[in-house]
């Protein structure tokens, strides 16, 4: 589901002009793709800010531009506290667009009560999905997880209409043996 983002045209550039933007409480942005024209924008911080805390991926332009969009990139002050700059591509709501997507792991995995751990190799997972349909996170279920055995990417459940962006042999979590403490005397012995 997207959500809503006021616009205005930025007829302003250069660094002085944009400061001053940014300290009135507006952030720069950028519309672009499909073909047209780009587009220089200015939104609302609070506003970009409630939507990246949602985790929102697509939104409804409104007043400078009345268009849906995809939140290409964000790009965060040098603490990584404020945003300073944010890129949308128009999209189709019907058009397949590529997102990264946090992943979720849910349950506790079988290999634990028989003395493994859980290893995690990913945090994030790309997906191609419809642009209306892009989901906030992706869960993976790992309570049937033994001891020596692996997730891989392949076998994530994906939304209906979702297909992998990366290879589906990438490591994603595994459950293997807890590696052996060797004891300071036995280590001395030897």
């Given amino acids: 589901m997207s959500e809503s983002l006021n616009v205005q045209i930025r007829e302003q550039t250069g660094s002085l002009r944009v400061k001053r933007m ?18 220089m924008l200015s939104v609302s911080a609070k506003e970009l800010g409630r939507i990246i805390d949602h985790g929102s991926y697509i939104v409804e332009l409104k007043g400078g531009a009345n268009e849906s969009a995809l939140i290409k990139e964000v790009q965060w002050d040098a603490f ?25 792991f849910k349950g506790e995995a079988a290999g634990t009560r028989q003395g493994g751990e859980v290893n995690t190799y990913q945090q994030e997972i790309s997906i191609l999905c419809p642009a209306i349909a892009v989901p906030d996170k992706i869960e993976v279920k790992i309570s049937s997880l033994e001891v020596g055995q692996a997730i891989v990417a392949s076998d994530v459940v994906l939304p209906e209409g979702a297909e992998l962006a990366e290879a589906g042999t990438t490591p994603i979590v595994s459950c293997a043996e807890k590696a052996q403490e060797e004891d300071e005397d036995t280590a001395a012995a030897e």
């Fill in 22 to 39: 940014r300290q009135a409480g507006n952030i720069p942005a950028m519309l672009y793709g499909h073909g047209e024209e780009n587009v």
């Fill in 80 to 104: 990584g506290i404020g945003v300073v700059h944010v890129d949308f591509t128009r999209v189709d709501p019907n058009e397949k667009v590529e997102v990264t997507l946090p992943l979720v």
